[in-house]
């Protein structure tokens, strides 16, 4: 009976899940060789932009020439995660196995610790038995592993960095002082420096706050100037540094227009059209090198916005288009049964984790409007521009809290039934 307890004991603490989320990673790392990229047009799968730029910093050529060859200084990508990069570079090699996997490791730490705001933010609003299963499905799921193990990018950081900002801001509730506020602003200067996405849902978050606590009669005036105090302070220097090299204020990155013009034009089809990104057609690459990247991104956005002016319509349908995609499923080209199973999989983790949404909403539970906030307004950007996949993630542990809570309330429903109509039969024999 001691040893039960203990194994059931471990299997509901935090940390051990988080223990072998990690494990569980490492050992796919390993075992699948996940490690070994594709050395092809100069290791550009290794990390691709992100890499690239990581390379130029380790070469000690500044925070640059983000495609191929000098191109020049860049803010085409936000800078903490290539400037992580550049670290692992400079240490273990630049395009090694062994960076790579340092890199992938370091994802999956940033995965794994993501089940311990994933267990808080569950167990304050939903209760611990779905908090556990939140954490545990987190820790042991293929695609959260899949993005973790195989992909140099700031996806799985993102993901925690947006979980531990719902924990944050769940807990201004019961916090006082200015150090919440302090906390506030840090976290949020480091989203802004690792994905501009989530900057989408920092209003709310903040009004979310401030009406939480005005309710139970906090103050909070001089908590949110701390906060944006902390959070101008901390990328000041990202500013100074855009400012001097380009003329402009550029909070996290450069290339929204070059975006925008990669999912609307001339064939859009709702899809991200990757022929015509500068990493993938000469042309294009070559247009960027000559006009520098503010120039070049300021004339595809131009086009962009002519193309959308033109066809009102077609842009409203592309947009309901890209819609789909996030919450039914990206179009794949090869059509398979697995593929077809792999859709219907998504399309229903959405539907269980709206109605876990709307259950939360009718019962008032505690959070449940932050989480229809961060449904309703990160995605919003990908419905205009383009979807792919890793888009969708930062906001997938949220999603699966809601999606175990709505099975919860399912299991619980039926196991209350029979015991209902237990007691309605005695009444009746009575």
């Avoid at 794994?112 to 994933?118: E, F, K, N, Q, R």
């Avoid at 179009?331 to 219907?344: E, L, M, Y």
Wanted: proline share 5%; net charge positive; with cysteine.
């Amino acid at each position: 009976m001691f040893s039960s307890l203990s194994w059931r004991n471990a299997g509901r603490s935090p940390l051990a899940i988080l223990w072998v989320a990690l494990a569980v990673r490492v050992a796919y790392i390993l075992l699948g060789h996940t490690y070994r990229f594709k050395t092809l047009d100069g290791n550009f799968d290794f990390g691709y932009e992100m890499g690239r730029i990581g390379c130029s910093l380790a070469l000690g050529q500044g925070f640059s020439n983000p495609f191929h060859g000098i191109t020049g200084p860049t803010a085409w990508e936000p800078p903490l995660y290539p400037l992580l990069i550049a670290g692992v570079f400079r240490i273990f090699g630049i395009y090694t196995a062994a960076s790579a996997f340092v890199l992938l490791s370091l994802n999956s730490l940033f995965a794994a610790l993501t089940t311990l705001p994933i267990f808080s933010i569950a167990k304050r609003s939903f209760g611990e038995t779905v908090a556990v299963w939140s954490a545990w499905t987190w820790a042991l799921l293929p695609m959260t592993i899949f993005w973790s193990t195989r992909w140099i990018w700031e996806t799985s950081l993102a993901a925690l960095l947006l979980a531990l900002l719902v924990t944050l801001t769940m807990a201004f509730e019961t916090r006082d002082g200015l150090r919440p506020w302090l906390e506030f602003g840090l976290l949020w200067a480091i989203a802004a420096l690792t994905n501009a996405a989530l900057l989408s849902v920092l209003p709310v978050f903040t009004l979310w706050a401030w009406y939480r606590r005005r309710k139970r009669g906090r103050q909070s005036l001089a908590g949110v100037l701390a906060a944006s105090a902390v959070f101008v302070f901390c990328l000041a220097p990202w500013l100074v540094r855009n400012y001097r090299t380009f003329g402009r204020i550029i909070w996290s990155r450069s290339n929204f227009g070059a975006e925008l013009r990669l999912g609307n034009g001339p064939g859009a089809d709702g899809k991200w059209m990757d022929s015509e990104h500068p990493s993938k057609d000469a042309k294009q690459f070559e247009l960027y090198r000559q006009m520098g990247e503010i120039a070049y991104v300021a004339e595809r956005k131009q086009e962009a916005l002519a193309f959308i002016g033109e066809n009102y319509a077609r842009f409203a349908r592309l947009s309901l288009r890209r819609f789909a995609y996030f919450w039914g499923g990206p179009p794949h080209p090869r059509k398979s049964a697995s593929v077809a199973v792999g859709n219907v999989l998504y399309l229903g983790s959405s539907l269980v984790a709206l109605f876990g949404l709307i259950e939360a909403l009718r019962k008032h539970r505690p959070g449940a409007w932050l989480f229809f906030w961060v449904m309703l307004i990160y995605p919003l950007v990908y419905y205009g521009v383009f979807f792919l996949p890793r888009y969708r993630h930062p906001i997938e542990p949220e999603l699966g809290i809601l999606m175990l809570y709505a099975i919860h309330e399912a299991v619980s429903r039926q196991r209350s039934t029979p015991a209902r109509e237990r007691r309605m039969g005695d009444v009746y024999s009575q």
